[in-house]
């Protein structure tokens, strides 16, 4: 830039033309004196806790992505929330089983208001017995639960 206004020279006012150039260099000398200034606060200065900072962001970071991870497979798909036309949570329950041996045997389940007897084994599971369930004794008045135990289950 000094260069162009020096390149006109300016024979009408030569005091002008002094000042133009003193000027232009002065500004010249202060764009160097701020360019030096800033390569200097540019330069990387390594320090310990930048690194450590950096680490713990870091980690911070993975112990989110863990803890999203984790809640996306714990209530995945938003099985949290009730779908329509779905069944409760307590519609399908293990009332009783009983081993027959290694991968065998017999399991009592209550699905909505039937009570299965089912038949378990490594190849199938069979349904041996199907019955309507009764209501829980908790759920029932003392006094129907004791006929019931006057009637036997024979009579």
């Known amino acids: 830039m000094a260069q162009a206004i020096t390149a006109a020279p300016s024979a009408a006012n030569p005091a002008l033309e002094q000042t133009i150039v003193e000027a232009s260099t002065q500004i010249q000398q202060g764009v160097d004196i701020a360019l030096q200034g800033q390569s200097q606060a540019v330069a990387p200065v390594f320090t310990w806790s930048g690194y450590i900072q950096a680490l ?51 399991m009592v389940v209550r699905f909505l208001n039937k009570r299965l007897l089912l038949g378990i084994t490594e190849q199938r599971i069979t349904l041996l017995s199907e ?16 006929e019931d135990a006057r009637s036997g289950p024979g009579r």
């Open 56 to 106: 713990g962001v870091l980690f911070v970071l993975v112990a989110l992505f863990c803890l999203c991870l984790w809640l996306v497979r714990r209530f995945g798909h938003f099985r949290f929330l009730p779908r329509p036309g779905s069944l409760p949570r307590d519609a399908l329950l293990l009332e009783a089983q009983l081993p027959l041996g290694p991968r065998k045997g017999l």
């Open 131 to 146: 019955e309507q369930a009764k209501d829980d004794p908790d759920s029932a008045h003392f006094e129907d639960v004791l």
